[in-house]
């Protein structure tokens, strides 16, 4: 391969990421992240209108600091999985860190063997 083939082996290339029908890791991050602004923004204004109506009702500056509002956008510690969403990397006991699942047991009282059948 010459090096005068790779800019149109790369413009090909780009040609068809663009056109796949799921979305990228970037777009995938981006929605999280936007998900995760508005569940923080709506947290941040709950403990502001708290913290205001408290001010209110003693005449008093409330003590503490003052919360930080969010955000927005993706931050570097932002990570996502390309071929299995459900896994999350995990600090794992012996110091590290893997990637996991959370399992969550369900259980049915029927089904177990200490609880008697109905």
């Not at 068809?16 to 029908?21: E, I, N, R, V, Y």
């Not at 995760?36 to 209110?56: L, N, S, T, V």
């Not at 860190?97 to 049915?108: I, L, T």
């Amino acid at each position: 391969m010459s090096l005068t083939a790779w800019p149109a082996q790369k413009t090909q290339a780009d040609a068809k990421t663009a056109s796949l029908p799921w979305p990228t890791a970037k777009t995938k991050i981006a929605q999280r992240a936007q998900r995760r602004y508005a569940r923080e923004k709506a947290e941040f204004d709950e403990k502001m209108g708290k913290r205001q109506a408290k001010a209110d009702e003693t005449g008093k500056k409330p003590r503490g600091k003052t919360p930080t509002a969010p955000q927005p956008g993706v931050r570097d510690s932002d990570q996502i999985n390309l071929t299995d969403e459900e896994s999350r990397i995990m600090p794992v006991a012996g110091g590290g860190f893997e990637q996991c699942y959370n399992a969550r047991p369900g259980w049915m009282p029927t089904r177990c063997w200490w609880w008697p059948p109905p």
